[in-house]
């Protein structure tokens, strides 16, 4: 049967081209630079929610960052602090930087908050489920704008 081998690997070869095709690797987003420019949401964030969020369980951000302004005694010194991070950086920049930070620095420990694919180590619960909404990384980024 001389003919099989190569039938059977055209049917691999297409089976690998609708695998490729059907993956999820398609970015809900685009990057321009070092930024993701526009909204996650048509709705814009709230600083207010924004702020409760970083100061909160679901960010977890004061494990790491410091953050003066939201007068918590315990807070992290393992990353640059968040004080005028609104004047560093643009809300594009913040945004990319939340999204998927190792985007920006491919070494760093910061967690990717809105990437759900290529991840290591995630429970089975979580697979698949960013850490936070599009609505609530919108509602980081107003309030870290505020931060001049």
Known sequence: ?????????L???CCGVAACASAPDALPYRMQNDA???PLTAVAGDAARGRQIVAGRDGNCLLCHALPETGERFMGNVAPALSRVGARFTAGQLRLRIVDSTRVNSEGVMPAYYRVHGLN???QPF?????LTAQQV????????TLN
């Open 121 to 123: 180590q995630v429970a």
């Open 1 to 9: 049967m001389p003919g099989v081998k190569p039938l059977l690997i």
């Open 127 to 131: 697979r698949g489920q960013p850490i």
């Open 138 to 145: 919108e509602d980081v980024v107003a309030y870290l704008s």
């Open 36 to 38: 993701i420019p526009e």
């Open 11 to 13: 049917v691999i070869g």
